[in-house]
């Protein structure tokens, strides 16, 4: 019913540049990113931590599809870390195409990914999701995933009714 194929590395650059652009309007949704200049940063970032492309080690990138495999109904991203022989995996990016949501595809891919990250030796799956999300929060709780902290952010310079005494 859903199952997670290799994303060909042709889809690769037009999967990028989308990717980059939410990735940018989550983070002023968010409040972390002003709204200047977060396209560059988000691009900056991805640069960053996919310094080869699609031909970055240990980065996994997966299209979401029917069954049959003749829709794309979203992606997902992830990538093998390994720090003191604790080997985990995480989830840079996941997504359902919005015509396709709530028909249990995110749920089902995440279902596979635990199989492929098994085979890959990885014993956890770790995630970023943004506070304001209560959608892929509440995938998460009930895929099992546990909060284990929390960014805080405060913006200054402005006034507020806070008494500092
Ligand atoms: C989050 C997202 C991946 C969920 O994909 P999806 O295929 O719609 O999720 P599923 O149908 O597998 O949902 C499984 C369960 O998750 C929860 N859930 C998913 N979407 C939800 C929503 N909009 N509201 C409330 N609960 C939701 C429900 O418990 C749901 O089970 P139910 O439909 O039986 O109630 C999708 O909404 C999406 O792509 N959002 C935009 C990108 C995004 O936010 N990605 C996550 C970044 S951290």
Do not use: C
Not at 68 to 82: C, D, P, S
Not at 131 to 159: C, D, P, W
């Amino acid at each position: 019913m859903t199952v997670l194929v290799k994303m060909p590395a042709e889809n690769f650059d037009s999967y990028l540049a989308s990717s980059i652009h939410e990735y940018a309007e989550e983070n002023i949704t968010s409040g972390r990113w002003p709204l200047e200049a977060a396209q560059a940063r988000s691009k900056a970032e991805f640069e960053n931590l996919l310094p080869q492309g699609f031909s970055t080690p240990d980065n996994y990138f997966f299209e979401i599809m029917d069954s049959q495999r003749e829709l794309v109904l979203g992606y997902l991203w992830f990538a093998i870390k390994e720090s003191f022989g604790d080997r985990s995996a995480f989830i840079y990016d996941v997504k359902v195409k919005d015509v396709y949501r709530r028909q249990g595809h995110a749920k089902r891919a995440f279902f596979a990914l635990e199989s492929i990250a098994l085979r890959l030796n990885v014993t956890s799956i770790g995630l970023h999701v943004f506070s304001y999300n209560e959608n892929a929060k509440a995938l998460y709780e009930l895929l099992g995933y546990f909060v284990t902290g929390a960014n805080m952010r405060k913006n200054i310079g402005i006034q507020t009714n806070i008494d500092p005494n």
